[in-house]
């Protein structure tokens, strides 16, 4: 089975436990509701949630009791690019095609979507009844995880003096953390050993870094229509990313030797990982 094959059916489980899951949209408030659903159910590949279902599988886990804690990486994510949108942040009109929450609900009713989200985010990661699992979410999304990484991101816009640290501190943690924790909490749900818990996750962040860095790439190279966002505004904002540092060849370059060392680190994995590895060379080839 390819990547593509795979997150396809995964996302359709995702999806459909996400929306028995969630309330419905005549549930008082309505707005909150509706709004909840409209970005939860805009699209997206749920790259995180199969990552996380991949590594569990990868060490023979249960496919049922990792389903919440994929379906909660997924709330998560869609909480941050809800926020991610915002005027105060990046401002943007188009998210997955379709015009962003704030501009269809307002920018109010868009942040407590976007809190109600992480709330219940971690209420379905508690399912699996296993706390680690909330200490590994809580790290990664944190001051020294995504939270830290957008502050970075935000404080470097505009500035001349931007250099390779600064946006691997930036990607690393505004992206490649979550995508981490994802493989992290596979593994536990699995019940993998802690040596093996720590692989999973060093291969995480390798892909979550080259992840970032394609998205950086295609912010250049893609259209509006077939990245289902706003093409060209990380250049329109002056953001901090690997194509400003090191020009577009070179970072195609470093995004490819990533991807390479991710699947190295991948050879360390005990079970199987032959969908991980088609997940990792996904990332390097993707056009959206």
Known sequence: MN??????IQKERVNGFLDVYLL???????SIHKAIRYSVFSG?????????????????GDSERVLPVASGIELI?????IHDDLPCMDDDDL???????????????????????NALAFNLVSLAGDCRLIRVLADAIGTLGMIGGQVADVESEGRSDIGGNDVYFIHTRKTAALIRASMEMGAM?????????????????LVGLAFQIVDDILDIESSDEVLGKDVGSDQQQDKATYPK???LDRSKEIARTTIDDARAVLTKLNGEKGILDELARFVISRVY
């Open 77 to 81: 994510h869609t909480y941050s690019l």
């Open 44 to 60: 997206g590949k749920r790259f995180r949630a199969g990552l996380c279902i991949a590594a569990c599988e990868a060490f023979n």
């Open 3 to 8: 990547a593509e094959d795979f997150l396809s």
């Open 95 to 117: 998210r997955r095609g379709k015009p962003t929450l704030h501009r269809v609900f307002g920018e109010n009713i868009a942040v407590l979507a976007g809190d109600a989200l």
């Open 245 to 247: 540092v090191f020009g």
């Open 189 to 205: 749900t699995a019940g993998a050993p802690q040596d093996q818990i720590y692989i999973a996750g060093e291969f995480g962040s």
């Open 24 to 30: 419905s949209e005549t549930v008082k408030p309505e």
